[in-house]
Structure formats: C-alpha cells, structure tokens
C-alpha cells in the first residue's frame, strides 16, 4: 500500500503535501503526518469533533451484507453512471475520489470496470479506511473529516463518489476539476420500508434526493441525471439484522424494535436515487 500524495494537503494550514520519507509525510510549514501501518494518513483538522464514524460491528454488518449480492444491482448502476458520463478530457489515469467510502465496496466495483483508474478512499473512521484499503491496496487512503475542509488539493477529481453517505457540497465542488463529476446515491422514503414500518430501522424523510440537489446546486453542483434503483430481496432473519445494524439505526438499536431472529424469510424493498452531478466550470 503506498500514498499518491498528488492528491493531498496539509489539513493545518492547505499546503500540498508531499512525502518526506518512507512513512512521513509533510507540507512546507513543516506540519508532518505519518503514514499507519495499515497504509493510510490521518489527516485530520485541528479540533476537529472526537466522532469516529463507523465501528467495527457496523462495518463487519456491512461487509456480509455486500458480499452477499444485496445491493450488486446499485453497484451495477454506478458503474453505468460513471461510464456514461465521464468529463470530457479527463485525465489518464482517471481520478476517483470515494468519499464516506464505508468498506469500500463500491470503489472496488467501479475499480474492476475501470482497471486503470486511480482511487482515493477517504472516510472518518479509521477502520473503515482500513476495510476499504483491503478491498483496494492500490488506492490512497485517508482519514479525514468530512465537515471540515478536506485535505485534499483543487480540481485534482475528475469523479467523486457519495454513497450513502454525509456530503459537503462546497469542498466536493472545490476538489472537482471543471466538469467533474459528482455521483450521490441517496435512500428514497421506500426503502427498506417493510423494516421502517416495524419500527427496526430509521425514517428516511420524503424527497431527500430533491433536497440534495438543491443543497449542491447552491455550491455549483448542477444536476445531470437520475436514475431510480429499485428492486426486491428476500431477506431472512439474518439479513434483516445485518441491514439494521449496518447502517445510522445501528446507533439508535436501543430506540428500535429488533427485526426477529425465528421468523422466516421476507420481501424487503431496496430503493435509492443515484444522482450525477456536474461542476459547473466556474464555481462562486
């Protein structure tokens, strides 16, 4: 595992990083970060909010689900969304940036449509990262604060990708190149809806990708396509456990009703809104 830093700045005072020996890493100010054994940087801002994001419980959840084909068919539509509509002249190799990059599932999908292109795996959880760089050990992978500006140089992405996930519309329209392009795939109020009615998991509030994209078009993000997936699995006990305890109800288990361990097998709907947004070439 090794760190592209092309892709980084100092997150303490927006310098380029560059490496300064085999696991140091530092900026012109002298700020410097050492790379984990694990292959990643963290580079965090200064009193940036002691959250860590997604544990290991919630990861290892994740994992099983997604290894288990439960959501290929949104993994699926994301390769077709990038690959019909990469930016004019983009780079060779393309530049994709994944950030909230949870196991790094999807970046691993798109890496096998897309072998040449390089990756940046970002997320605030340490393990996360960890899991992704497993997935993808060619990737760059980072730590970092989604809130805060992120450590990462202007107009180096030519894709960046928001899967269910936190976004910062103003850094993401930042660190795109003109024309790049932002993919979000959001939860529409029907998704796993049969869980919701039984109260083992979160509301998805209603039109939730329509307030997306008005939260980014306000950063120069303007829409370019959507495209609903929807489908049905069958999900036994066991799935339905892992579905709630992968995601933000895992937090709030003890507000929730269980999904049962007994009963058998139900119909659960998945339903998401992939969202492909482009930079505008001047972004205010």
Known sequence: MSIDSTWLRCPNCLLDLTQIDV??????AGHRFDRAKHGYLTLLAPRAPRTIGDDREMLAARATLLEGGAYAPIG???????QATLPTGARSPLRIADFGCGTGYYSAVLARALPEAAFLLADRSPDAVRTSLRAHP????????IWRPLPVRDAVVDVALNVFA??????????????????????????????????ALLDVPTGKA?????QLAVAGLGTRSTVPVEYTIEADASTRALLAGMGPSAHHAAELSPTGTTDGARTVTVSVELVVFERASVVS
């Open 138 to 145: 060619d990737a760059t992978g980072v730590v970092l604060d």
């Open 23 to 28: 696991r140091v890493y530092g900026c012109a």
């Open 76 to 82: 699926a539509a994301l390769v077709d969304a990038v």
């Open 166 to 199: 936190p976004r910062n519309g103003p850094e993401f329209a930042r660190v795109l190149r003109p024309n790049g392009r932002l993919v979000v795939i959001v939860p529409t109020d029907a998704h796993l809806h049969e869980l919701r009615a039984e109260g």
């Open 210 to 214: 329509d307030r997306v994209a008005e």
